[in-house]
């Protein structure tokens, strides 16, 4: 049974989705900052995807040079604000924190960057400055974490960058994909501002580059581009009543209420399909909306889950229940069309492969489901563009420098990775800047 009440106000929607992050204050970064053993060859820095020097900006916050250590980690991460709030820090950072090893709580690494790099930007206090132009021109397609990461490196370099999405506001999946548990759309919206402001890349909103015209006029008026288009919607499931009203993709869910917050109405009873990070969200979620029944179904073990354990202990402690090896095999209606349960079957897992046992059938109620099982490449659009192969998966093939088989071509983030943390597209976006710029000089 969920806690929660539908949220009816922006005031009861802030309360249900309380920052299970929240800032630190000055006391309590000082404090958490003299914990810190400064370690040499720190496990927590290589464990960091963007390699941030976290014992100096640790140390600098307790020698309160806050100033400091915000540019200590936007120089090495530009979603620095962002990533110490989203980030799987559990697995990272500070699940490499050698206090682990002792049994004592480790350093709360994402707080404390997320308290420097806050300061910073309420501050408005600006690292950078675009270099002088070089005369060559770069279009970012999206403007993702791995889009304006690389924007950001292009332009400290002299590059000219223009930077194309299809979306209202920037920041890709963080805006309109995490959880708004993890972080509002404040804090996105105030670190997008603060990087769009010291680089000072052209960010053209509610501009979609889909029709073959649009690449062919980019082809023409830019030296490089780079493709930070990230993954699809979400992926069919291909069984009966998958039309039905009350079916959602989890992507879409996740956006919708992340634009709309406390206007979205999430019915009594959901089901969500899917095991990884995205559907323990979408639970979660589901759950903070004041629906007082969400299960989520996997077709494989608890143990053989994508999602991170800290994921799956976030859903339960809000009243999602598991049901594992089931797999949907219809999608049933009322009347009106509208959802009224899933069929599932039981299954088993034989030599690694899913078999489902016949005469297993069961049907579970429910008003809303939600398909967390797996989203679209963008194959069509890259077929538009034309020479750059794909893997068997879908996602883009690029070397070392993240330049595709089009070399003109660059790419980094979900469309590469196959769906990775931010932090992943932001080190990897500064990669592919650098790709460019060897290209090109
Ligand atoms: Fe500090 Fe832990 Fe990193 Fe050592 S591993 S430097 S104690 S945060």
Not at 274 to 294: I, K, L, W
Request: aromatic content about 10%; proline content about 4%.
């Amino acid at each position: 049974m969920s806690e929660f009440l539908p949220p009816r106000n922006e005031t009861q929607f802030a309360e249900n989705f309380t920052q299970i992050k929240p800032l630190m204050n000055d006391t309590e970064a000082y404090y958490e900052s003299s914990r810190c053993l400064f370690c040499y060859d720190a496990p927590c820095v290589n464990a960091c995807p963007t390699g941030i020097d976290i014992p100096l900006f640790i140390r600098q916050i307790n020698a309160d040079n806050v100033m400091g250590a915000a540019k200590t980690i936007f120089d090495s991460n530009y979603f620095g604000h962002a990533c110490g709030k989203v980030c799987p820090t559990e697995v990272l950072c500070e699940g490499s924190c050698v206090y682990n090893h002792s049994d004592v709580k480790p350093i709360e690494i994402g707080r404390l960057q997320s308290y420097a790099t806050d300061r910073a930007i309420q501050a408005e206090k600006y690292f950078y400055s675009p270099a002088p132009s070089n005369g060559k021109k770069v279009a970012v397609i999206g403007a993702g974490p791995a889009g304006i990461a690389c924007a950001c490196e292009l332009r400290l370099h002299g590059y000219e960058v223009d930077v194309f999405d299809s979306k209202a506001m920037p920041s890709g999946l963080t805006m309109y994909g995490v959880a708004p548990y993890k972080i509002t759309n404040e804090d996105v919206l105030d670190e997008m501002a603060y990087l769009e402001k010291q680089f000072g890349y052209r960010l053209f909103h509610n501009t979609t580059i889909a029709a073959k015209e649009d690449i062919d006029q980019l082809q023409r008026n830019y030296d490089a581009i780079f493709l930070g288009i990230g993954l699809g919607s979400t992926s069919a499931l291909g069984i009966p009543g998958e039309d039905l009203k009350g079916v959602y993709g989890a992507v879409e869910f996740i956006e919708e209420l992340k634009v709309h917050h406390h206007f979205v109405n999430v019915p009594d009873k959901v089901i969500v399909l899917g095991g990884g990070n995205t559907a323990m969200d979408a639970a979660s979620e589901s759950a903070r909306m004041g629906a007082s029944s969400v299960i989520l179904a996997y077709r494989r073990s608890k143990a053989e889950m994508g999602a991170y354990d800290f994921e799956y202990d976030l859903a339960k402690n809000v009243g999602i229940k598991g049901l594992f090896n089931v797999s949907p095999i219809e999608i049933l209606m009322r009347d009106s069309s509208a959802v009224s349960g899933v069929k599932f079957i039981r299954t088993r897992t034989v030599d690694g492969k899913v078999e489902n046992i016949p005469g297993s059938e069961f049907v579970v109620d429910c008003d809303l489901v939600i398909k967390a099982t797996g989203q679209s490449k963008q194959t069509s659009f890259l077929e538009k563009i034309g020479g750059i192969q794909t893997n068997s998966n879908g996602t883009i093939r690029v070397n070392e420098s993240f330049q595709t088989t089009n070399k003109k071509y660059f790419a980094a983030g979900d469309a590469v990775s196959g769906g990775q943390e931010v932090v992943n597209a932001v080190a990897d976006g500064k990669k592919a800047a650098h790709g460019i710029i060897n290209m090109l000089s």
